[in-house]
Nanobody
Framework: QVQLVESGGGVVQAGGSLRLSCAASGNIFTINDMGWYRQAPGRQRELVANISRHGSANYVDSVKGRFTISRDNAKNTVYLQMSSLKPEDTAVYYC??????????????WGQGTQVTVSS
């Protein structure tokens, strides 16, 4: 069984920083792309950033220059360093991993989400 567990959310003032972590565990053969998504109240879930196994990253325009995604393949962990946070970054942040388990097919696994609240 595969699990993704996020940590690092919280409450921060505008202009502050937070670092999110997401660790995948369980019966994992390999992980392809990993990404961070967010969902604000009343809005659809959106992609914030994703990163390939080899480190190629993409960002939504609204976070470019402020957020940095990275990963540690040895630890099956993806990070999101968030700086210059704005109130509009307030959302529940979810991580997703494209994971291949032994004897299975590629599957998208999601974490449970972590709340990020930015106060003005």
């Amino acid at each position: 069984q595969v699990q993704l567990v996020e940590s690092g959310g919280g409450v921060v003032q505008a202009g502050g920083s937070l670092r999110l972590s997401c660790a995948a565990s369980g019966n994992i053969f390999t992980i392809n792309d990993m990404g961070w998504y967010r969902q604000a109240p009343g809005r659809q879930r959106e992609l914030v950033a994703n990163i390939s196994r080899h480190g190629s990253a993409n960002y939504v325009d609204s976070v470019k220059g402020r957020f940095t995604i990275s990963r540690d393949n040895a630890k099956n962990t993806v990070y999101l360093q968030m700086s210059s946070l704005k109130p509009e970054d307030t959302a529940v942040y979810y991580c997703k991993g494209q994971i291949l388990a032994p004897g299975s097919a590629w599957w998208d696994y999601w974490g449970q989400g972590t709340q990020v609240t930015v106060s003005s």
